[in-house]
């Protein structure tokens, strides 16, 4: 790792993932047979964390979880994957976790109870930000209070680091707030809550977000690709096509691998490039965390991808 790249930090959830694979999602009301169940580390917080430290950055998670087994997988799934876990604090809640059904084409429904994500705390988020070196990239997401989401991205503006916010679950941001936001990355349905879905296409909600105070959104779009936009440039970035067994972590995949590339120095869009082909390959494969690419895989990926075209 060059000495010039970037700390992240991410400040979010972790949950053990229950999954249940079926063939078609069921109706309400409706009782199905699954074909599997199988518990995977998971968490957005969590899955952003992996995908970067997988990728070669350094990355140090504050969250928490509770004094059980599902805390314990979790935070031995963070350190294998090289993320720093000083900041995991326990709770006295039960570890959260999703409840989630994928069907045969890959994509998913998903339940979180949040439990110990919700004892996350300010203490844990000033350490963290004091104990790094130089201002990074701070990654937060929703899965966890508002409070302690407002607090974690004006303590980071104050400091110099670059804020990311993935608004999931979608919940409204004040202006004062986005103002603070250096990248918002929604997808299509969070974008369409955080603008009361008054905005039509997504350029225009992108639109609507920019002029509220956000400096640069990307919206994700699964299997149409990502708009990237900021004040001087709209640019829709494409997707690579693979068959998707499993989306569950696609966008976290996304979003750590765009802050893997930012610390790194590329702009933007590069960035924007680089996420596509990460959450490509994550899609190819079962679970969350165990779904996230090493940076060999990436780069031979890409490299196959350019040769193609
Ligand atoms: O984004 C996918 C994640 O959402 C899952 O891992 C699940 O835990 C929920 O947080």
Redesign the pocket.
């Known amino acids: 790792m060059s000495t010039l790249t970037k700390p992240i930090l991410v400040v979010g ?1 972790l ?1 053990m ?1 229950l999954v249940v694979t079926v063939a078609e999602l069921p109706q309400k009301g409706e009782t199905i047979f699954g074909k599997t169940f199988t518990t995977f580390p ?3 917080g969590g ?1 952003q964390a992996v995908t970067a430290a997988k990728l070669g950055s350094k990355v140090t998670m504050v969250g928490a979880v509770g004094r059980d087994e599902f805390g314990e997988r979790l935070r031995c799934s963070l350190s294998q994957s090289g993320v720093g876990t000083s900041y995991i604090s326990l709770a006295e809640t039960s570890t959260g976790t ?1 409840l ?1 059904t994928v069907d045969q084409r890959g994509a998913n429904s ?1 339940v ?1 109870v949040p439990g110990a994500n919700y004892a996350c705390c300010q203490q844990d988020i000033d350490s963290a930000l004091e104990a790094a070196e130089v201002p990074g990239i701070l990654l937060v997401q929703n ?1 966890i209070p508002e409070t302690i989401v407002e607090y974690t991205i004006r303590a980071a503006k104050g400091k110099g680091w670059t804020t990311i916010l993935n608004p999931a679950p979608a919940r409204l941001i004040s202006e004062g707030l986005l103002s603070m936001i250096d990248i918002l990355i929604p997808n299509e349905t969070e974008a369409s809550v955080l603008t009361g879905g008054k905005a039509g296409a997504e350029d225009e909600a992108a639109q609507v977000l920019l002029d509220r105070g956000a400096a640069a959104v990307i919206i994700t779009l699964g299997s149409k690709g990502a708009l990237c936009c900021t004040v001087e440039q709209k640019q829709q970035i494409l997707p690579y096509k693979v068959d998707a067994v499993d989306t ?2 696609a ?2 995949a996304y979003v750590g691998a765009l802050a893997t590339a930012l610390a790194e120095g590329k702009t933007v869009l590069e960035s924007a490039k680089f996420a596509a082909a990460v959450a490509a390959i994550a899609v190819t494969r079962p679970g ?1 965390q165990p779904s996230l690419p090493w940076r060999d895989e990436v780069d031979e990926f890409i490299r196959k991808q350019e040769g193609q075209q």
Do not use: L, M, Q
């Open positions: 959830s949950n993932d998971g968490g957005k899955n999703a989630i998903i979180v899965e569950t972590a966008g976290d969350a």
